[in-house]
């Protein structure tokens, strides 16, 4: 068996045609979208997501809103350029880029963001607007892999779903949106606390990778015919993405997400897609 490849390049590049059209709408009725970006430190990973987001930003017609700090960034100083894009109308949607660098309050850096313009879904308000199954911007890598899936046509209702990993960006809210009743997944999560990972794997009809460790999944976890989504991001010596998925799996997965070309592009496209439909609730004035 070869696993169907579950093309994100090719399908964030149609999300994206659709936006450009509602980007023109929009603009005829005066809004242009702009989307802020606050990247801290140097991390060539973090400054390649970041230029990626802008070019798409241009692709679609989005205004783009550039702040860089240095790695010796203040607390106070992140918190001031987070104050200036609340206040910034030109600025309907940003982002901050994670991880910031070590000794930086995360958290209370995403509290200061204006829940509005939150277009990574990631504010504790919106977090909580999601638990509560209130309308709230979706957390961009967790609906990229749902967009994912339905494109592909593979069944999530009553799936049982594996997630590895626990981060805020994707392993947090991806099964909160999965037991949605609009998806109604049945989810394990998994993490380094797990006790036999590969028992759990092998129960699974979807796994989604996301604990960030080279290769952890291996064919002979997975059963034969599941769909299985790479969103872990190593790097080896040369710079060169190693994502937590064993290349045999193609071998014995149903579906497969490629990484890079999977899950990436999604995660892009879905910010775009945030942030065009706080410009339509702006302008239709909700
Ligand atoms: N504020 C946020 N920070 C981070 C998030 C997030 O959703 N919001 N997620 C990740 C990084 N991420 C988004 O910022 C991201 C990851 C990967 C890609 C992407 O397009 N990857 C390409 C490969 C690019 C390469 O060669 O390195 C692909 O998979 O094809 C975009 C965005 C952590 N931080």
Redesign the pocket.
């Given at each position: 068996m070869s696993a169907q490849i579950l093309d994100g390049k090719a399908t964030a590049a149609a999300i994206k045609a659709d936006l450009a059209q509602r980007v023109t709408a929009l603009k005829e009725r005066g809004v242009t979208p702009g989307l802020g970006t606050v990247l801290v430190g140097e991390d060539p990973?973090s400054q390649?997501?970041v230029a990626?987001k802008h070019r798409d930003c241009a692709q679609v017609g989005i205004a783009s809103i550039q702040r860089e700090l240095p790695a010796t960034a203040t607390q106070e100083e992140i918190e001031a350029v987070v104050r200036e894009l609340n206040d910034d109308p030109e600025c309907t949607g940003y982002?901050?880029?994670?991880p910031l660098p070590k000794g930086i309050d995360e958290n209370r850096i995403l509290e200061l963001m204006d829940p509005a313009k939150d277009a990574?879904g990631?504010h504790p308000m919106n977090l909580g607007r999601l638990v509560l199954n209130e309308p709230a911007p979706l957390p961009?890598?967790p609906y990229g892999v749902i967009q994912l899936l339905r494109q592909f046509g593979v069944e999530i209702a009553g799936a049982h779903v594996v997630v590895v990993g626990r981060g805020v960006?994707i392993g947090r809210s991806l099964p909160l949106l999965l037991t949605r009743k609009s998806e109604n997944a049945t989810v394990t999560q998994c993490h380094t606390g797990t006790r036999d990972l590969s028992a759990q794997l092998k129960q699974a009809d979807i796994v989604v990778a996301a604990a960030g460790s080279p290769h952890l999944i291996k064919p002979e976890d997975i059963r034969p015919g599941a769909a299985v989504l790479d969103v872990g991001?190593s790097r080896d010596e040369n710079g060169k993405?190693v994502g937590d998925v064993h290349p045999g799996v193609a071998e014995v997965a149903g579906w497969l997400s490629p990484?890079?070309?999977?899950?990436?592009?999604m995660?892009?496209a879905q910010l775009l897609v945030n942030v065009v439909e706080a410009a339509e609730r702006a302008a239709a004035g909700a």
């Open positions: 990973g390649k997501y990626g982002i901050v880029q994670l990574d990631l961009c890598t960006t991001v993405i990484n890079p070309g999977g899950v990436g592009p995660t892009r």
